[in-house]
């Protein structure tokens, strides 16, 4: 072979590995995201199997009452206003912007999954029936903001990373600019934890109905988006 040809050969070859290895990448990923929903799955039904027990139990009201400790008139008006962010009442204003903003840019994918990503209330609801904790009760903690209906797992925890973690994804990947999808993901994510940390303070929830919600809702995000991954990659906007 001449050199001529042995140098057009390797000018072939190489988008031809470069294609394999980013291959290789996509299936590395598509495998670790497995991984982590297998994770997310197996962690939530070891919560749900360990309430009952006297052990997680107590850690739930240490932990509560660690939380309350501290309580003021001002500290109660935080926690009422962050649990109330978490309701599907203030998702709906939330939601009707995104969705008009996002058809507005022609991104109609990513304004359907942000409207599937309100589902996080009545999914909660559906597994919440198969458990059937209780709720605190006043006595053993402080039920300052009283609930009804069963306690695990907290749909102020799930449904909040569902639709408040959708909207941080989409910033993070529709938004060129790094500053401000930056401070927008960060907001969410801020947002969600003080969410669930309000709902241990209120007394509606225990701490690891609050954890079960992050995770179950942590796990339909992820569905959400590798669902956007597959259907939305025309809607991406290059990273600056």
């Not at 050969?9 to 291959?23: C, K, T």
């Not at 079960?212 to 590798?226: Q, R, S, V």
Request: glycine residues 8%.
């Amino acid at each position: 072979m001449s050199v001529h040809s042995r140098d057009h050969s390797l000018r072939e070859e190489r988008p031809l590995r470069a294609a394999r290895f980013l291959g290789f990448l996509a299936r590395v990923r598509e495998a670790r995201a497995i991984l982590f929903l297998a994770l997310l799955f197996v962690t939530f039904f070891a919560l749900a199997f360990l309430i009952r027990s006297p052990y997680l139990q107590s850690i739930d009201v240490a932990i509560t009452r660690g939380i309350q400790r501290p309580r003021t008139a001002t500290l109660d008006t935080l926690a009422t206003v962050f649990t109330y962010a978490g309701s599907m009442g203030t998702f709906l204003p939330f939601w009707m912007a995104a969705c008009g903003l996002l058809l507005w840019k022609k991104r109609p994918w990513a304004a359907a999954l942000c409207s599937a990503a309100l589902m996080g209330h009545p999914l909660n609801w559906w597994i919440k029936s198969f458990i059937e904790r209780p709720r605190p009760e006043a006595g053993i903690v402080e039920v300052i903001l009283p609930a009804i209906g069963t306690s695990f797992p907290s749909g102020h925890a799930m449904s909040p990373v569902m639709f408040y973690g959708f909207l941080g994804l989409i910033a993070w990947v529709l938004i060129p600019r790094r500053k401000t999808r930056l401070a927008l993901a960060g907001a969410a994510t801020l947002l969600i934890f003080l969410i669930g940390a309000s709902r241990i303070y209120v007394g509606a929830h225990w701490f690891s109905d609050v954890v079960a919600g992050w995770t179950a809702g942590l796990f339909f995000l992820l569905i959400l988006a590798e669902a956007y991954k597959i259907v939305g990659t025309n809607e991406l906007t290059p990273r600056a």
